[in-house]
């Protein structure tokens, strides 16, 4: 019940942070201080895609987050840094067997990453111990050792001062860059707990780079700011719905949490997917939008099938009028339009979440019309911020990434970050004022 009716209290008193944090960058302090010969360890985010087939070595089927953390890695390298990499790379402790857990080796990382920086990667048995301070000691200038899965350690998850200390001590560090934004919104050893043991801790430039955009969208958008809001759960996104009713023009729902909103508006939505625990925040968070003259808007016409499949029957109706036993998994054409139409007037526009359920061609459309609707809009001079795994999976899929202003690379530290909330791995790091560095504005 509290929960239900925390929104009462949150309308009054919750105002989203715009002011992004003063931070300390690696852009800062290489023009501070001389890098050549400083061991240098990155929290990178390389928790790379590979795949499951248990019969084969592991490929890496997706190298976006590597070649998002080479700009970072490449301004170390010119400046002749041992650059010493960490980062976890899926979830060793749900490994069911033996083989499973071997298969979250970063080896086949190392192996990518000596083909896009055109130099033989090092690759180290371990993130901690001798035989870590031992390959640090053999590293040269400009060249590059990346460590074992951090998460080898069920240390690193739980932040432990002693594991922290010794990733620290082994690699020999005296600076500490996280460029893993992906990550940040996390408390480990290897994004927070290792901030202590070094003598600076600064962001790195894909870091730099998302605080920028997400903090920037907010905090002097461009106007008519929208915020476009898909998924299956109300639940999942009732910190940022809230907290970006605070600066948005527009507010556009979709996915599968449109049925709870449709139901709380006393309609029936056949099979459809609804928290019936999240209906009168629905109506409270409708209310809050008219309160504030936001253009609130759901769709008026659905995609509806007869079962959750590839193959299902399908048939488009109107939102009022969706048969029973029939769910909805998709914006209708007349949905579609009118939200294109909305968006079309938007200086800024944050995306996230999909409009339906992208993976099935049959209720893809949706979604693939507001990755258009985007691409159109920053080729027009607006500004477009796609957060969040499903939107980002359906842009790449859609071929326009390329036409967004900015894809960032986490999903759960965006939308904490859209909340309002402090990223421990982002808080941990110095303040630009230690680096004696004049700061704009």
């Not at 027009?380 to 842009?395: F, Q, R, Y």
Request: aromatic share 4%; proline share 4%.
């Amino acid at each position: 019940m509290i929960a239900r009716y925390r929104l009462v209290a949150a309308a009054s008193r919750r105002h989203l942070s715009t002011a992004p944090p003063k931070k300390a960058t690696l852009r800062q302090l290489a023009q501070t201080i001389n890098l050549r010969g400083e061991v240098v360890l990155v929290r990178a985010d390389l928790n790379l895609p590979l795949s499951k087939d248990m019969h084969s070595l592991p490929v890496i089927t997706d190298k976006t987050r590597l070649t998002e953390a080479l700009p970072t890695l490449n301004l170390l390298i010119g400046a002749g840094a041992k650059v010493v990499v960490c980062s976890h790379l899926g979830r060793p402790k749900k490994a069911k067997t033996p083989e499973e857990r071997e298969r979250m080796r970063l080896s086949p990382v190392a192996a990518q990453m000596s083909v896009d920086l055109g130099f033989s990667v090092a690759a180290a048995e371990d993130c901690i111990g001798p035989r870590v301070a031992s390959a640090v000691s053999q590293l040269e200038d400009g060249k590059v050792l990346l460590l074992e899965n951090t998460r080898f350690h069920k240390e690193e998850e739980k932040n432990e001062p002693e594991f922290a200390a010794s990733l620290a001590r082994s690699t020999g560090a005296s600076i500490f860059v996280n460029d893993a934004f992906g990550a940040a919104h996390r408390a480990h050893a290897s994004t927070a707990g290792v901030v202590p043991h070094v003598k600076h801790a600064v962001a790195g430039l894909l870091l730099e780079k998302e605080l920028e955009f997400l903090y920037g969208a907010v905090a002097a958008p461009q106007r008519p700011f929208a915020a476009v809001v898909g998924g299956s759960k109300v639940s999942s996104k009732i910190g940022v719905i809230e907290s970006l009713m605070e600066k948005v023009d527009k507010v556009v729902i979709g996915g599968g949490m449109v049925f709870t909103f449709l139901k709380a508006r006393g309609l029936q939505v056949g099979s459809s997917l609804v928290e019936e625990d999240q209906l009168e925040l629905a109506t409270k968070l409708e209310a809050l939008a008219k309160e504030k003259g936001i253009d609130f808007i759901l769709p008026s016409d659905v995609i509806v099938a007869d079962k959750f499949a590839a193959d299902a029957a399908t048939q488009t109706v109107k939102a009022e009028a969706i048969p029973e036993g029939w769910m909805g998994l998709d914006n209708g054409p007349d949905a579609t339009k009118e939200i294109q139409d909305k968006l079309s007037d938007c200086k800024t526009v944050i995306w996230n979440g999909p409009m339906g359920v992208f993976e099935f061609e049959a209720f893809s459309k949706g979604t693939f019309a507001i990755a258009h609707t985007l691409a159109e809009l920053t080729d027009g001079g607006a500004v477009t911020i796609v957060g969040g795994g499903d939107s980002v999976a359906a842009v790449n899929q859609s071929g326009l990434a390329a036409r967004m202003s900015h894809i960032s690379t986490g999903g759960g530290a965006s939308l904490e970050l859209l909340e309002g909330k402090v990223l421990p791995g982002v808080a941990a790091l110095d303040d630009a004022s230690s680096l004696g560095v004049a700061l704009p504005g």
